[in-house]
């Protein structure tokens, strides 16, 4: 028994420098987040803040603004998410089939998730900008059209290359998840189903995507997450602009936090997020369990 609790004793104090770093920079923070929600805040007076109860909450739900940024951010996810999945399973697909340069391609595919969302984001508005290489191409060299296409100038444009800069950084990632999948899948089955006649359809459908479920749902569920914390891409290629139109719950919540001041606000909106991410991964969850 001695022996028992100085074994637990030694546990705890290793455990306690993680479990203080946690508290302190995790659950505190998320602790005084909650609470901001329901007082309208204001930091040129912290010691004396006004209990408003939920009327942030109510502002953010009949915000026209939010409504547009929070759609925005569906048709984000509902299109990078699998987009990524399917580029980056065919990817992986492929790449478990070849015998030679396995390495290189997975390096090559790979290499686009470890640039920096920053840089990827300048290369694309420099490519897209009205004055850019995509219209300098079209107009000088291709002589598709005379006047050049303002890409980054309407709501839909602005987000299919957001979109399209996401899938295309994701397809790396989701590569490396699937592949690992892959190798796991036992042979014997691909052998027992050859006997029985299956084609390689036949085989992709009932004996591959079934073995690998569980990593398909761990990348639906990560994907979804990562879809709704879209920031530094629609921040950089487009500000938001037009008139915040392609805004989507990260950048306009940063908008009124550090443009406008209504910390309140914002935190009632990230938790407003938080709600719907966890009701969408109950809801994937399910439907995966469905399925089974």
């Not at 329901?38 to 912290?46: H, K, S, T």
């Not at 300048?122 to 005379?146: A, C, D, M, R, W």
Request: a positive charge.
């Amino acid at each position: 028994m001695q022996t028992s609790k100085k074994g637990k004793f030694q546990i705890g104090l290793l455990l306690l420098p993680g479990l203080l770093i946690f508290g302190i920079f995790t659950v505190y923070p998320i602790i005084k987040l909650f609470l901001m929600s329901f007082f309208e805040w204001d930091f040129g007076n912290i010691a004396d803040q006004k209990f408003i109860g939920l009327k942030n909450y109510r502002n953010v739900l009949s915000d026209r603004y939010f409504r547009i940024a929070f759609t925005n951010t569906i048709i984000y996810t509902f299109v990078t998410v699998p987009g990524q999945m399917i580029f980056g399973f065919l990817t992986a697909f492929l790449i478990n089939q070849i015998t030679r340069f396995k390495v290189g391609y997975r390096v090559l595919y790979y290499l686009p998730v470890i640039t920096s969302w920053v840089i990827a984001s300048l290369v694309f508005k420099y490519v897209f900008n009205t004055e850019g290489l995509l219209n300098y191409f079209l107009v000088h060299i291709l002589h598709v059209t005379s006047q050049n296409i303002r890409w980054l100038d309407t709501r839909w444009s602005g987000l299919w290359i957001a979109m399209f800069l996401g899938i295309w950084k994701g397809i790396g990632w989701n590569m490396v998840v699937f592949l690992a999948a892959l190798q796991t899948v036992p042979a014997d089955l691909y052998e027992a189903a050859a006997i029985d006649g299956a084609n390689a359809f036949k085989k992709l459908f009932n004996v591959t995507l079934p073995c690998i479920k569980g990593t398909i749902l761990f990348a639906l569920v990560m994907l979804t997450i990562g879809g709704f914390n879209v920031f530094t891409s629609v921040k950089m290629i487009t500000g938001g602009e037009p008139g915040h139109q392609t805004d989507v719950v990260l950048t306009w919540m940063y908008h009124k936090a550090f443009s406008t001041g209504a910390f309140g606000y914002s935190a009632a909106l990230s938790f407003i997020i938080t709600v719907v991410l966890a009701i969408m991964a109950i809801i994937q969850f399910r439907m995966m369990q469905q399925k089974d």
